[in-house]
């Protein structure tokens, strides 16, 4: 079955700096790639996905990269502020699945 | 978010009891799962169903069993509750747009 590592477990970042999150699968079959933010105490929710017919996608100050030859995509976020402190889940799905592999989780931690 | 809800969202039981968890949709979708998030182990996928009466198991199903009778509900049953299926539950439902909607979490305590 798929397999997904996500690194850093924790990333520590000052207010304004980029903060860069990756994750590899194992599947060369996954097709579709979300991230997830989930805040302390609340549930996870759907920041930004890519699909392997794109290699990168923007929205506004995150953005993620897919390398479908290396089997890795990375999160990315510009310009952090402290409410973007939050565990970060990437997750892949094969073609025809609908079921998700989740990666472990980053927490991020953005101090002022 | 009206879409999905659990219940409880906090339970507190002891060792060998039955517990049920509540997941309840108002969008009508196709698939449903349960995971249990522990430190450490991100999200890890307990069963999930794909129909009514149709379920299947994930990757940490053992001492759990799923029900699904009508496409709005989904239970969950842990039939004899032990301290390492103390974690925080949570249900998610598959949108249309392959987005996994979770619902808001249950936290269960097994002393």
């Known amino acids: 079955g798929e397999n997904v590592e996500q690194h850093p477990s924790t990333l520590s970042v000052q207010e304004g700096d980029s903060a860069v999150i990756k994750c590899t699968y194992s599947d060369s079959a996954s097709n579709y790639f979300p991230w997830y933010k989930q805040e302390l105490g609340k549930r996870p929710q759907l920041i930004i996905d890519i699909r392997s017919n794109v290699g990168e996608k923007k929205d506004q100050r995150i953005a993620v990269t897919l390398n479908k030859t290396a089997k890795h995509f990375s999160l990315h976020i510009t310009e952090t502020q402290p409410e973007d402190s939050a565990v970060y889940f990437c997750?892949?799905?094969?073609?025809?699945?609908?079921?998700?592999?989740f990666g472990r989780g980053t927490s991020l931690i953005v101090h002022p | 978010d009206a879409g999905i809800t659990q219940s409880p969202r906090h339970k507190v039981t002891e060792t060998g009891t039955p517990v049920t968890l509540r997941c309840h949709q108002t969008e009508n979708h196709r698939y449903m799962y349960w995971y249990r998030q522990d430190p450490g182990h991100g999200l890890r996928l307990i069963h999930y169903s794909y129909g009514v009466k149709d379920t299947d198991k994930g990757e940490v199903s053992d001492g759990y069993s799923v029900s699904r009778s009508k496409t709005e509900d989904f239970l969950l049953t842990l039939e004899s509750a032990t301290s390492s299926q103390t974690s925080v539950y949570f249900c998610a439902i598959n949108r249309a747009d392959n987005e996994q909607f979770f619902g808001p979490g249950t936290r269960l305590t097994v002393l």
């Open positions: 997750a892949a799905r094969g073609g025809g699945s609908y079921i998700p592999t």
